[in-house]
């Protein structure tokens, strides 16, 4: 974003708010994820990337309450009592912000009453965790009402306020991607214990589109809560056989194979895609460090087979653009990448062949669906900070 919208937005917030202080600017990026999907909730690994978009918000104290936040992409305003943030919940984006206020309420004490203005450049219901980044964008700029969170405290006080106040029970990986990304690194995160490490995205002459399919993922709350619910029936079958685990983030394949004639069909399915899933991305970090591409590029088509054929959450949109997207020449690999039933594939593909990759696929993708696809190159970005 340039520093003559930053000004503009900087007027907005003074005509908006009044005169006083300078607010300060806060930044937290969008997310997506290369490998290590519907493993989070299951305490396994994920290795997502921030990327160059995402949300800003503009934040400073007020004398009294209430505190104010409006919205510049949805153009809506919310007020609520600092005190006693937890009594306003209203069922729109106002409540992803509101929820951090809420969560730091509670663990900290009531933060003082504040004024913010948010904007951004994040496409909303994209799959590219909107949400997340205006959770952590909140948490983040809460710094500047004295409220000093580490980017781990901040990523956490995030994904509460969505499990405990938005109500959505999603896993940590966009909350953990959003906070603490880095430049020209993945962050390999292994759910179960929150430790981490960031995987360089070394790999010359390569290049992450992320191509959306045009359609709003519907379906998503019930059956990704579903998803959860069948992988804990499975855990808990599969500990019958090899003993207590955790999760099934900690169920090696030899386990799993010795386990799986004791599982009905559909428990069956979903343990295998999270304890595979789990062993690709620990092999997709050996390909990045050796560099290779290719090798990376097939475990997300195994991924995204997993996804369709196991796990069940890919949709017809999705398998049309990936196969599209494998068709075309250049493209080492391409899988659904979040949630899944709509949303964006992920396509890893030779930088040279980016722009005839762009020009020939809108066109076949809209032939074999009847949807407007958009695209997005990418690269592995920051995380969340004051700008
Ligand atoms: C959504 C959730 C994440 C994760 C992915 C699937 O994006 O927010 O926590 O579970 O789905 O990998």
């Given at each position: ?121 994040l ?87 992320v ?9 998503l ?37 010795a ?12 343990a295998e ?10 092999e ?7 560099g ?33 997207s ?9 899988r ?15 930088e ?36």
């Amino acid at each position: 974003m340039k520093a003559r919208e930053f000004a503009e937005r900087r007027r907005e917030f003074a005509a908006r708010f009044g005169s006083g202080d300078e607010p300060r600017l806060y930044f937290a990026p969008g997310r997506v994820n290369l490998i290590g999907e519907h493993t989070d909730y299951n305490g396994g690994l994920v290795l997502p990337l921030a990327i160059e978009r995402g949300t800003y918000v503009l934040m400073r104290r007020r004398e009294a309450p209430p505190t104010r936040l409006y919205s510049a992409v949805t153009s809506l305003e919310a007020e609520f009592d600092p005190r006693e943030p937890g009594a306003a919940r209203r069922g729109d984006w106002a409540d992803y912000a509101i929820g951090v206020f809420s969560i730091l309420a509670r663990e900290r004490g009531a933060p003082p009453p504040c004024e913010a203005l948010y904007f951004g450049d994040l496409p909303l219901e994209a799959g590219l965790s909107s949400s997340a980044s205006l959770e952590v964008a909140t948490a983040v700029a809460a710094s500047s009402l004295g409220i000093a969170l580490s980017p781990e405290e901040a990523a956490r006080v995030a994904w509460r306020a969505e499990n405990e106040f938005v109500g959505m029970e999603c896993g940590i990986m966009d909350q953990y991607a959003v906070a603490l990304g880095r430049e020209g690194h993945l962050l390999l995160l292994d759910c179960g214990t929150l430790a981490y490490r960031h995987v360089p995205f070394d790999l010359p002459g390569a290049s992450l589109v992320v191509s959306h399919t045009g359609l709003r993922r519907s379906l998503l709350a019930s059956e990704y809560n579903l998803r959860r619910r069948e992988c804990e029936q499975a855990l808990s079958l599969i500990a019958g056989v090899v003993g207590e685990r955790e999760n099934l983030g900690a169920v090696s394949p030899e386990e799993f194979e010795a386990a799986k004639d004791v599982l009905p069909e559909v428990p069956r399915m979903r343990a295998e895609h999270v304890v595979y899933e789990n062993a690709r991305v620990r092999e997709a970090c050996a390909a990045l460090a050796a560099g290779d591409p290719e090798e990376l590029g097939l475990l997300l088509n195994r991924s995204h087979a997993s996804l369709r054929d196991l796990f069940q959450v890919s949709c017809p949109e999705l398998d049309a653009l990936q196969e599209i997207s494998l068709r075309q020449p250049g493209v080492w690999g391409c899988r659904m990448t979040g949630a899944g039933f709509g949303g964006c594939v992920i396509v890893l593909l030779e930088e040279e062949a980016l722009a005839a990759y762009l020009d020939t696929v809108p066109e076949l993708y809209r032939r074999a669906t009847g949807r407007e696809p958009s695209f997005l190159a990418v690269s592995p970005s920051a995380g969340a900070r004051p700008l």
